[in-house]
T-cell receptor
C-alpha cells in the first residue's frame, strides 16, 4: 500500500531549527518532494530528492533515506513567515502519480 | 505569464447539480492534475493527464470526469454534486521530463489558486 506519515503539528520559536519528518510505507518510489502551503493559499514547491542524502536550498534542506523509509525537511533560522503547512510527496513505482502526505502544520512564535 | 489559473474562485451548488471547474496553464506543461483538499488533510489526487488526449484516474476519481483536448486546458466536471464533494480543488501542472521507463512523475508542480466548492 501507499501511506505517508507526518506529525500533525510542530511549534518552534523564531531563529530556531525545526525538522519535519516524513515516514512512508509504500512498495517503492522514485523520489521525495516537499511543498509549503500558507493558510488560504496554494501549495508551492520547495525541494525534490531524487537520490538518498541531503539537498540544501538556502535555509531549507531536505533529506532522503530509502533504506530507512524516511525523509525530513529541515528549516533553519526560522522566521514568522515560515508558519505554514508542509507536505511531503512521493511518486510510487510503476505509476506517474504524485501522492501527498497529510501535512505538518508549523507554527513559529516570536 | 499567468501560470495556472482556475475559475471560479468560489462556488455553491445544490445536491445533484453539475458543473465544470476550469483550469488553464500557459507554461506548455505536458502534465496536469486535479487535487482536492479537505480540512486538516493533505492533497488527494482526483484525475491527471500526461498530455493532450490522455487522462487517468487518481486516488479519488468517483463522481468526477476530466478531458484534455488541448495542452493548455484541463477541466474537471462534477457530474451530480454531493455534500461529500465540498472541498477546495486545486489544479496543478508540470513538465513531464522526469522519465523513468516511460513514466513522468511530476515532482515539481505549479498549483493554481484553488476553487472553494460548497455543496448544500
Amino acid at each position: 500500500g501507499q501511506s505517508l506519515e507526518q506529525p500533525s503539528e510542530v511549534t518552534a520559536v523564531e531563529g530556531a531549527i525545526v525538522q519535519i519528518n516524513c515516514t512512508y510505507q509504500t512498495s517503492g518510489f522514485y523520489g521525495l518532494s516537499w511543498y509549503q502551503q500558507h493558510d488560504g493559499g496554494a501549495p508551492t514547491f520547495l525541494s525534490y530528492n531524487a537520490l538518498d542524502g541531503l539537498e540544501e536550498t538556502g535555509r531549507f534542506s531536505s533529506f532522503l533515506s530509502r533504506s530507512d523509509s524516511y525523509g525530513y525537511l529541515l528549516l533553519q533560522e526560522l522566521q514568522m513567515k515560515d508558519s505554514a503547512s508542509y507536505f511531503c510527496a512521493v511518486g510510487p513505482y510503476n505509476t506517474d502519480k504524485l501522492i501527498f502526505g497529510t501535512g505538518t502544520r508549523l507554527q513559529v512564535f516570536p | 505569464n499567468a501560470g495556472v489559473t482556475q475559475t471560479p474562485k468560489f462556488q455553491v451548488l445544490k445536491t445533484g447539480q453539475s458543473m465544470t471547474l476550469q483550469c488553464a496553464q500557459d507554461m506548455n506543461h505536458e502534465y496536469m492534475s486535479w487535487y482536492r483538499q479537505d480540512p486538516g488533510m493533505g492533497l488527494r489526487l482526483i484525475h491527471y493527464s500526461v498530455g493532450a488526449g490522455i487522462t487517468d484516474q487518481g486516488e479519488v476519481p468517483n463522481g468526477y470526469n476530466v478531458s484534455r483536448s488541448t495542452t493548455e486546458d484541463f477541466p474537471l466536471r462534477l457530474l451530480s454534486a454531493a455534500p461529500s464533494q465540498t472541498s477546495v480543488y486545486f489544479c496543478a501542472s508540470s513538465y513531464a521530463d522526469d522519465l523513468r521507463g516511460g513514466l513522468s512523475t511530476p515532482y515539481e508542480q505549479y498549483f493554481g489558486p484553488g476553487t472553494r466548492l460548497t455543496v448544500t
